[in-house]
């Protein structure tokens, strides 16, 4: 009788101590913590579980964005226009179907073989399990056109932007030069070139070689036989260096002698590195006149031109003086 009294009073002990409220800064006994914090986590999940478990099954309206797939497009068909990629919809149902809608959405068939398609009775029969209220756009219209295919060429968008004193020599090269674009007769008789996407390249060698996308700036109404090319450029380090050339006239007949003011012109250019010693040697550097053109002036002044020996690598140059007084001479 005892020992019942005595459990009695230790479970009347342990109760009272659960509910009564201590003063702030009172710490609870060691031996309270854990059972008293187990139980309030556990009231807490139940109450949380409880209130999702109703509002789960409660009725509740929202707008959801659901893709549009199109279907039944003939291989020998493409589209003029692409429509929307998806729709707005207003659905109505169970917040467990809502849940399943917004993660997991189905698509809404568009029937290609179908002008004006009304995505109403269509996005009833595609999204089950809840009420369809409204859609956004409500139809949609399929523009086609017979198929095309043809090759055009590929415009890179490249800028090398090499270090001081490097610049880009000869034309790049693009690997492949063309692509294959397909898809409705109009839009491809309007295509002339395709380009690359937009990349700046700043080359850390004597080469560049990098893969570009190419750009799709026609919303997929276009298919590519390829999705990328490689662009390849070369880079040289130039100098200046400076010579005296003589000047030679081209053109002008055995009997006309011309005279300069000066028998020689001096160019100041720019040439590859490597070949700085060659260019100072070349014999066939030199600046010319054609006997033409000095027929044609009037002023006793004629700017030169250069001829570059070849397999050199020159870039731009200035004359001193940029321009040779002359006189001619007969000779008997």
């Not at 710490?27 to 999940?45: F, H, K, N, S, V």
């Not at 523009?143 to 043809?150: D, F, V």
């Not at 693009?174 to 674009?181: A, E």
């Not at 053109?293 to 030169?304: E, F, S, Y």
Request: a negative charge; glycine letters at 6%.
């Amino acid at each position: 009788m005892s020992s019942t009294s005595s459990d009695r009073s230790w479970l009347e002990q342990r109760v009272r101590d659960l509910l009564t409220t201590r003063p702030i800064g009172q710490p609870a006994p060691p031996e309270d913590e854990g059972p008293r914090g187990t139980m309030i986590t556990l009231c807490i999940l139940a109450s949380v579980l409880l209130w999702f478990s109703f509002s789960m099954r409660e009725t509740h309206q929202r707008m959801l964005d659901i893709p549009l797939e199109v279907q039944n497009l003939s291989d020998s068909e493409a589209l003029v226009l692409e429509p929307p990629s998806s729709a707005r919809v207003q659905v109505e149902g169970e917040g467990i179907q809502l849940l399943r809608l917004y993660y997991n959405p189905p698509s809404i068939p568009v029937d290609a073989s179908v002008e004006n398609l009304d995505l109403t009775t269509v996005a009833s029969e595609a999204i089950t399990g809840v009420r369809v209220e409204a859609i956004v756009p409500r139809t949609v219209a399929i523009r086609k056109e017979p198929r095309l295919r043809k090759r055009v060429p590929v415009e890179p968008r490249v800028s090398v932007v090499p270090p001081p004193g490097h610049h880009v020599v000869g034309s790049a090269a693009v690997r492949p030069d063309s692509v294959t674009v397909e898809g409705a007769a109009s839009v491809i008789a309007a295509i002339g070139r395709w380009p690359t996407r937009r990349l700046q390249v700043q080359p850390q060698g004597d080469t560049v070689s990098v893969m570009v996308a190419l750009s799709d700036t026609l919303g997929g109404l276009v298919e590519l036989d390829a999705s990328s090319v490689t662009y390849s450029a070369s880079v040289r380090e130039f100098t200046e260096a400076t010579r005296d050339v003589e000047i030679r006239v081209l053109g002008a007949p055995a009997r006309q002698d011309i005279k300069f003011d000066r028998p020689t012109v001096r160019v100041i250019y720019q040439v590859a590195l490597d070949q700085y010693d060659e260019a100072l040697e070349a014999e066939d550097f030199y600046a010319e006149v054609h006997f033409n053109a000095m027929r044609r002036d009037t002023t006793g002044n004629i700017v030169p031109a250069v001829h570059y020996p070849e397999g050199i690598l020159f870039r731009e140059y200035r004359l001193d003086p940029p321009a040779l007084g002359y006189y001619f001479e007969v000779i008997d």
